[in-house]
């Protein structure tokens, strides 16, 4: 403490009694600030005040420091700027920082320390909380195109890049949705919610009325942004066409297996075997004679008899084809000969 005058203490044993006459100053070093809560727009300068209220010290060390997300950096020290506010920072009236083209990243808490060797108290802090808004980019909506009557419909709008968080607001027909539709005559048939917060519309049943052009407006206190209109229609659902498309498929299928049925019938997914593989008979062109082998003589020649009455009729195949009737036993049996040798 620094007197000019004079002091007088009075002790006692619970308590000191200090008297100052006038002239009497504490020699201690005391910040003070005009505003520690500064907001400014992105890209805006600002002015972090911090001013040395009392203080013999004749040249205070000064510093400001950056906490962010629990981390502390340097952004005066040594008696310059350091990292990127080298250039688009200075100190101001001895002590203030100021903080030009300001961005989303500068919002934090920003210490301002002073030491004063001098003084009785050496050191003094003040914390300045800075807030940088930014306004809201163009919100992404998705309306549904369709929604046949009665059905549940959600509509969505949302931006991530405004500071502080965006509210969202909808609105049909360039007309705002109230959250309470009892207070809009033309909403009184409508049955949905509005979210501001996470930007959700939701018709629980929608009707033919819910039909029009829908677009989102984000906004905060840096300002807002809109999304395009998008057309929404509610349509009634068509029950006798939907029957009968139902009925027009099931015909269709009755007809494609009634005719797999036919073709399994009539042998075209019959496959030809013989001894366990598949055997197709070659082609043979018309107009073109072979000479039949003994084998293949032996496995299409049979004889075949037919009773009419008393007397036998012999044919003798080859194949499916008639080459020779004989109608006596003795020329069967010769035949018979004839095939044996």
């Known amino acids: 403490m620094y007197c000019p005058g004079t002091v007088f203490l009075f002790c006692a044993p619970s308590y000191y009694l200090l008297f100052v006459f006038a002239g009497c100053r504490l020699l201690a070093v005391e910040l003070t600030s005009s505003n520690t809560k500064p907001v400014v727009q992105e890209f805006q300068s600002v002015e972090l005040s911090c001013i040395i209220k009392s203080t013999v010290t004749a040249d205070p060390r000064i510093e400001w420091k950056k906490i962010r997300d629990g981390e502390t950096s340097y952004v005066f020290f040594d008696n310059k700027m350091q990292g990127d506010y080298a250039t688009r920072a200075e100190i101001l009236s001895r002590t203030s920082l100021v903080i030009r083209n300001a961005t989303r990243m500068d919002t934090a808490t920003y210490r301002c320390e002073v030491a004063a060797p001098s003084d009785t108290k050496t050191i003094d802090e003040i914390n300045i909380q800075l807030t940088v808004q930014v306004k809201p980019v163009t919100p992404r909506c998705i309306v549904p195109k369709a929604i046949p009557v009665g059905k549940t419909a959600s509509l969505h709008c949302h931006e991530n890049e405004g500071y502080p968080k965006s509210t969202y607001s909808w609105y049909r027909n360039s007309e705002p949705l109230s959250p309470d539709t009892r207070s809009n005559a033309k909403l009184q048939n409508s049955s949905y919610t509005v979210n501001p917060t996470t930007g959700t519309l939701v018709f629980h049943a929608v009707h033919k009325g819910d039909t029009g052009r829908y677009s989102c407006i984000a906004t905060n206190d840096a300002g807002f942004a809109k999304c395009e209109e998008q057309e929404m229609e509610v349509y009634d659902l068509n029950i006798g066409g939907i029957i009968g498309g139902v009925l027009v498929v099931l015909a269709v299928l009755v ?87």
């Open 255 to 341: 007809l494609i297996t009634f005719g797999i049925c036919c073709a399994y019938r009539r042998g075209y997914f019959a496959n030809s075997k013989e001894a366990g593989e598949s055997y197709k008979a070659p082609a043979k062109p018309d107009g073109v004679n072979y000479i039949r082998t003994d084998d293949e003589v032996t496995n299409d020649l049979h004889l075949t008899s037919l009773y009419v009455g008393e007397a036998k009729d012999y044919r003798l195949f080859l194949g499916n084809v008639v080459f020779l009737r004989v109608g006596t036993a003795q020329k069967q049996a010769c035949i018979t000969e004839k095939t044996e040798g």
